[in-house]
């Protein structure tokens, strides 16, 4: 028997690879990804070798075998043969590679994760004992901001966000559809925003909060001199960010969360029977705003940030905020919670993740701007 997976050279990806890894038992990987089998080794093992986790045998590396694919492609850019000879004595199939940008090109998007998924379901096709497991987003909820979301919950009724929510709401039920169709199995993990505190490499997968780090460093720090031009108050620059004062997000700790996955997965295989299991891989506590407001205090001391539903007559640098972190803004403004039962049935001893807190989100968005200054 072997595994198959997509996307094992990125931010969660590779940390699922690490637990797979470290599994005991000598099963062969197939790890699809884009670019020539040699450079497609150099970014898995580069971004797997860094990570904490469980200790992983030296003699595990053997086990991986690369193949080069593009969720883009027909058929993933594979021959038959090739496809025939990627899910040979498949037990399991990852698919955890997606496009992940909230404002990118739509066409774009959809052909990474919905044509790249469709994709996905036809090599699993060749492995009828394997079952899939699929990672999605706990924003597929989209818009609907209050009550308690079901992990089993899927409609578009209050529509999207973003674009690339509406590309997983799509592919989950292209995948429940399938199922339904071919009489199999899949697993639908629902991460939240997944965050970590450890600095990465430079060149090594960036996690989602380095794009709010990037804005804030380009809307702030100066190139020159000491902040020019800045609205500077007394040595304080007055912010206001649009959203909902009292609004949460979910974040969730992304090594907890491949673990879980990892035992989710797991716990699927020993199930008889068709169809699809959703799990919600969140934080049992959401993250108020001001947890936010205090880590980026540590790190940009004259910084007063606030809340406001409405920013009137904003400034040069709100205005730049509100262009380009729209989207993000909004996920900061729900009061909704996520149901976690299948979780809790799925993953065994794993204890409950620690908080997230300021002190948290501090080492993250430090992290998260050192990571893409080294990458510059």
Same mark, same amino acid.
């Given at each position: 028997?072997?595994?198959?997976?997509?996307?094992?050279?990125?931010?969660?990806?590779?940390?699922?690879?690490?637990?797979?890894?470290?599994?005991?038992?000598?099963?062969?990987?197939?790890?699809?990804?884009? =670019?020539?089998?040699?450079?497609?080794?150099?970014?898995?093992?580069?971004?797997? !070798?860094?990570?904490?986790?469980?200790?992983?045998?030296?003699?595990?590396?053997?086990?991986?075998?690369?193949?080069?694919?593009?969720?883009?492609?027909?058929?993933?850019?594979?021959?038959?043969?090739?496809?025939?000879? !990627?899910?040979?004595?498949?037990?399991?199939?990852?698919?955890?590679?997606?496009?992940?940008?909230?404002?990118?090109?739509?066409?774009?998007? +959809?052909?990474?994760?919905?044509?790249?998924?469709?994709?996905?379901?036809?090599?699993?096709?060749?492995?009828?004992?394997?079952?899939?497991?699929?990672?999605?987003?706990? +924003?597929?909820?989209?818009?609907?901001?209050?009550?308690?979301?079901?992990?089993?919950?899927?409609?578009?009724?209050?529509?999207?966000?973003?674009?690339?929510?509406?590309?997983?709401?799509? !592919?989950?039920?292209?995948?429940?559809?399938? @199922?339904?169709?071919?009489?199999?199995?899949?697993?639908?993990?629902?991460?939240?925003?997944?965050?970590?505190?450890?600095?990465?490499?430079?060149?090594?997968?960036?996690?989602?909060?380095?794009?709010?780090?990037?804005?804030?460093?380009?809307?702030?720090?100066?190139?020159? =001199?000491?902040?020019? =031009?800045?609205?500077?108050?007394?040595?304080?620059?007055?912010?206001?960010?649009?959203?909902?004062?009292? =609004?949460?997000?979910? %974040?969730?700790?992304?090594?907890?969360?491949?673990?879980?996955?990892?035992?989710?997965?797991?716990?699927?295989?020993?199930?008889?029977?068709?169809?699809?299991?959703?799990?919600?891989?969140?934080?049992?506590?959401?993250?108020? +705003?001001?947890?936010?407001?205090?880590?980026?205090?540590?790190?940009?001391?004259?910084?007063?940030?606030?809340?406001?539903? @409405?920013?009137?007559?904003?400034?040069?640098?709100?205005?730049?905020?509100?262009?380009?972190?729209?989207?993000? %803004?909004?996920?900061?403004?729900?009061?909704?919670?996520?149901?976690?039962?299948?979780?809790?049935?799925?993953?065994?001893?794993?204890?409950?993740?620690?908080?997230?807190?300021?002190?948290?989100?501090?080492? !993250?968005?430090?992290?998260?701007?050192?990571?893409?200054?080294?990458?510059?």
């Amino acid at each position: 028997m072997s595994v198959v997976i997509t996307g094992a050279s990125g931010f969660l990806g590779s940390r699922v690879l690490r637990h797979l890894l470290a599994e005991e038992t000598r099963e062969p990987v197939a790890v699809l990804g884009r =670019g020539s089998p040699d450079t497609l080794r150099e970014r898995v093992e580069a971004a797997v !070798a860094w990570l904490d986790g469980p200790p992983v045998a030296p003699d595990a590396w053997r086990r991986l075998r690369y193949v080069s694919a593009d969720l883009t492609r027909p058929a993933l850019g594979l021959t038959p043969e090739q496809l025939a000879e !990627a899910a040979d004595g498949a037990r399991e199939v990852w698919h955890c590679a997606a496009r992940l940008h909230l404002a990118g090109d739509e066409s774009e998007l +959809f052909s990474t994760n919905v044509r790249g998924t469709r994709a996905v379901l036809d090599l699993a096709e060749r492995a009828p004992d394997a079952h899939l497991v699929y990672v999605s987003t706990a +924003f597929v909820a989209g818009r609907r901001d209050a009550g308690h979301i079901m992990e089993d919950d899927l409609s578009d009724a209050d529509g999207f966000h973003t674009r690339y929510e509406e590309t997983k709401y799509t !592919a989950e039920r292209m995948i429940r559809a399938w @199922t339904a169709a071919k009489g199999r199995r899949a697993v639908i993990a629902r991460p939240s925003l997944l965050v970590a505190d450890r600095p990465a490499p430079a060149g090594l997968p960036a996690q989602p909060l380095d794009y709010v780090a990037r804005l804030v460093d380009d809307t702030l720090r100066p190139r020159t =001199g000491p902040m020019p =031009g800045l609205p500077l108050r007394g040595g304080v620059l007055p912010l206001r960010l649009q959203g909902d004062p009292n =609004g949460a997000m979910n %974040l969730l700790q992304a090594d907890y969360a491949a673990e879980a996955m990892v035992r989710v997965a797991a716990a699927a295989r020993a199930r008889t029977g068709c169809g699809v299991r959703t799990v919600h891989v969140t934080h049992p506590r959401e993250v108020a +705003f001001p947890a936010a407001r205090d880590a980026l205090r540590t790190l940009y001391p004259g910084l007063r940030l606030a809340v406001v539903p @409405t920013v009137r007559n904003p400034s040069r640098h709100e205005s730049l905020v509100i262009e380009h972190a729209g989207h993000f %803004l909004d996920f900061g403004a729900q009061h909704r919670t996520y149901d976690r039962t299948h979780l809790r049935e799925d993953v065994g001893d794993l204890p409950e993740p620690p908080d997230v807190d300021a002190d948290y989100l501090s080492r !993250a968005f430090d992290r998260a701007g050192a990571h893409r200054q080294a990458a510059v």
